[in-house]
Each structure stands twice: as structure tokens, then as C-alpha cells.
């Protein structure tokens, strides 16, 4: 029996992905929501209270903690994600289970490098300040621990993300996609099932348990390129495209904290921004999907969920 704390795009794709496969799985949401499957127990537990928390995780053999914060802020992660990730950690130790994370590219400290599993992530401040501190915390509990870094999300679920809402929808549409920063830097993207199945691949193999793994990520692409091949797998025209400089976004963000908030994060679109994940693919046993395949099933998950993307 597996928990999934959040009912997201990962951590749907997590407990599908483990019910598929034929085990039993208690899905943790403050809403009771998730997917509909007959191994799929959907609970409405607070994952930050540790004593429901508690008697949701006895007897599981992993924990995937997929919740992120309440809003893309940095004080609101500092006051939601190290307390939430603290009882994750504390009922997996009691209940003998290995909590698995996915993690973001945030702390890494050399972001101009490609970025590797052994790079230095000690990125202070902001946003990417938190999740240093969080990977630190997680090297320092005694429960079994696993985190998994992705790139920037793509897949079926995704809707808050660059290569979400913002992009696929307004290629179905044959409307400007508009990005930020740059569309023509490379930049790594993940197809969201192969982060789950990674973090599946992990929570099963010990020797994995206490590091931290890059999920199966393909060659950095373009914010253009991506877009184009959406549009490809969806047969219809390649989009035109309009960027919003950074300058923009940084003269907005003295007046707006969510202008800001992006701001922050515009070195990562800015300039080359990739992750090698060749040494995690080895170590646990599969590649990245094909970028095709990947984004037909994408545009197939858009259609169906926005009548008006057709």
C-alpha cells in the first residue's frame, strides 16, 4: 500500500500510475478529490496535521509528497512547506516508510552549468532560498528520503505551468503564445508521467533511498520549440509567438509582489537553462518518453478537458 499527499498533476499521475500497476493506494487531500479507481482510496486528511496524518500513512511502504504551497510565493512557502514536509517525514520514520519528493531545478547554485545530479544546490533566497532549505532538512530527518528533480512540467494535468495553460491551449486555439524572458533559450522540460514513474522507480529501489535523482528529462528545448511541437502533434498551424522582456516583468514587480515573485525566476528563461538526468536514467532503468509521443498524449488530455481547445 502507497500514500500520495496531494492530488495535483503529480500526484494524480503518481497514484494512477501505482493503482495501474495493481496496488492499493491512499490518496490524501484536504478536498477528498483525485482519480476514480477501484484501488484508489481518497481520503480528506490534512497532510500537515500530524495526527490524521498518522493514521493515514500506518502501513504504507512509501509516502509521495506531492503538495506545493497555497500561492507562488516565497513567505508563503516558508510557512507552509517546511511544517507539511516535517509530519510527512515524522509519520513515514514511525510507519517504516521512505517519503519520495519531487523536487525543482530552484536550489541549484550554478544555474549557467549544466546542471547535474552532483551540482552544488545551495541557492539562498526567495523561492530558491526554501527549497535549499528544505533539501537540507530532508538530509537531516531520520526518515528514509528520495527527491526527484524535474525540470519545468509538461503532460496531461498540467495547467499552471509555462508549457501549460499559457501555451497548449492557445496553440489549439491558433492564438500568439506568448513567453517570458526568451523563446528561443533553451530550456529543460519534464513530461510529468515519467517524474511519477521515477519517483515510483525510486520509492522501490533502497540503493536509491537518501539521494537525490534527476527525473528522465530529453534534450532542452526552446519555449518555441515546444510550442511547435505541440502544434505538430495537434495538426494544426505552428503558433506565432511574442516574448514579455525581463525588464517588463522587473519594472511590474516594484508594484506587484506576483510580478516579482516571476521575476525572480527569469534566469531561468533568460539564458540556457538544462539539466542532464543521463546518470539517474541509468541508475533507474528508463529513458524519457519520446517528445512526440509525449505530446500527442498532452494535446489528447487538452482536448478532452477544454471542449474549446479542440
Known amino acids: 500500500m502507497y500514500v500520495v499527499t496531494g492530488a495535483g498533476p503529480v500526484g494524480w499521475t503518481v497514484a494512477e500510475q501505482l493503482a495501474d500497476q495493481g496496488h492499493e493506494v491512499r490518496l490524501l487531500t484536504r478536498s477528498g478529490s483525485g482519480p476514480d479507481h477501484s484501488r484508489i482510496e481518497r481520503m480528506r486528511v490534512d497532510a500537515s496535521d500530524p495526527a490524521q496524518l498518522s493514521q493515514a500513512v500506518s502501513g504504507a511502504a512509501a509516502v509521495f ?119 528561443d533559450q533553451p530550456h529543460s522540460f519534464t513530461y510529468v508521467p515519467d517524474l511519477a514513474a ?46 514579455l522582456p525581463g525588464w517588463v516583468l522587473r519594472t511590474l514587480g516594484v508594484f506587484s509582489t506576483d510580478m516579482r515573485e516571476l521575476a525572480e525566476m527569469l534566469y531561468q528563461f533568460e539564458r540556457p537553462f538544462i539539466m542532464d538526468s543521463s546518470r539517474s536514467q541509468e541508475l533507474l532503468g528508463f529513458e524519457p518518453t519520446p517528445l512526440p509521443e509525449a505530446a500527442a498524449a498532452t494535446v489528447a488530455w487538452w482536448r478532452d478537458a477544454v471542449p474549446q481547445a479542440k
Open 198 to 243: 521515477a519517483m515510483i522507480a525510486s520509492a522501490r529501489n533502497p540503493k536509491l533511498w537518501n539521494t537525490v535523482l534527476h527525473a528522465p528529462t530529453g534534450p532542452a528545448l526552446t519555449q518555441r520549440e515546444l510550442a511547435s511541437t505541440h502544434a505538430m502533434a495537434a495538426g494544426v498551424a505552428i503558433p506565432k509567438m511574442s516574448v
Open 65 to 183: 509528497h506531492c503538495i506545493h504551497g497555497s500561492t507562488y510565493r516565497a513567505a508563503a512557502w516558508a510557512a507552509e512547506l517546511p511544517q507539511a514536509e516535517q509530519a510527512v517525514m515524522d509519520a513515514a520514520a514511525a510507519a517504516g516508510a521512505v517519503v519520495v519528493f519531487p523536487e525543482s531545478l530552484y536550489s541549484y547554485s550554478e544555474p549557467d552549468s549544466v546542471l547535474t545530479e552532483a551540482g552544488p544546490r545551495e541557492a539562498p533566497g526567495g523561492k530558491r532560498g526554501v527549497r535549499t532549505q528544505l533539501l537540507r532538512a530532508r538530509t537531516a530527518h531520520e526518515a528514509n528520503t528520495v527527491s526527484v528533480v524535474a525540470g519545468d512540467f509538461f503532460g496531461p494535468r498540467v495547467r499552471m505551468a509555462h508549457a501549460g495553460e499559457r501555451m497548449v491551449p492557445l496553440v489549439l486555439a491558433g492564438k500568439t503564445v506568448q513567453v517570458m524572458g526568451s523563446a
